[in-house]
């Protein structure tokens, strides 16, 4: 018992001895890396990434006024525009803007279409209905007015014209010819489409004080500005 004994500790030392010599005991690449787990390089400061910028902070508070347009140290001016008219000839448009001759102001005629007078009619109301305006029609023959006929435009129908005339002075003179003998009548200005003179002017804010002047002494010629300038 004892040499079997001796025997099988003689093969296990053997064992050992053979698997020590031929590697079998030495620790394989999965055993260290199970055994040693993974860990950051060691970095040298001349290898670190340089540190970010500082980040600025948006400045608070009401914003900046913008500064002001300037020319030669002096605010630049502000022009206006108008437009003065209409007028009854050139000859009259040229003397009205002659007032504006001075530096800085610029004046220049246009012509465009528009509604000037061209005749007066005098004429006698239409009145409601059929009935009425024949029965109208019959008392102003019987106070001896034959030169009259009645309207027939959509606009004017009914109204019986009693007189045309180009200048308006006339007109006026027959309705008070008629007035006289108890008829009430109205003028109505008929026009036409002309081409008419106007003033553009345009300057800075003192030319407001001329076209005021202007504008009382020459009240037929009316005075608009224009937004914005053309």
Not at 29 to 37: F, K
Not at 50 to 78: I, R
């Amino acid at each position: 018992m004892k040499h079997l004994f001796f025997l099988v500790a003689l093969a296990n030392a053997v064992l050992f001895m053979w698997e020590y010599k031929s590697g079998a005991l030495a620790p394989t690449a999965a055993t260290v890396s199970n055994a040693t787990p993974d860990l950051e390089p060691i970095l040298l400061v001349s290898q670190l990434p340089p540190p970010p910028a500082p980040t600025v902070p948006p400045e608070t508070g009401p914003p900046k006024p913008v500064a002001q347009a300037e020319t030669n140290g002096a605010t630049e001016k502000t022009m206006r525009c108008y437009e003065a008219g209409p007028f009854t000839n050139t000859a009259v448009a040229k003397q009205w803007i002659s007032q504006f001759a001075e530096a800085g102001t610029t004046v220049k005629l246009i012509s465009k279409d528009g509604q000037t007078p061209n005749k007066y009619m005098v004429y006698y109301p239409a009145g409601q209905g059929l009935a009425e305006a024949e029965a109208n029609l019959q008392m102003l023959k019987e106070r001896g007015i034959n030169d009259l006929f009645i309207q027939q435009t959509e606009k004017d129908k009914g109204n019986i014209s009693l007189g045309v005339f180009s200048k308006e002075e006339r007109a006026l003179m027959l309705k008070k010819q008629l007035l006289t003998k108890g008829i009430e009548t109205k003028i109505k200005t008929l026009y036409k489409t002309k081409a008419q003179q106007y003033a553009l002017i345009e300057s800075d804010a003192k030319t407001i004080g001329q076209l005021e002047t202007l504008q009382t002494t020459t009240p037929q010629v009316a005075v608009k500005e224009l937004f914005p300038c053309n």
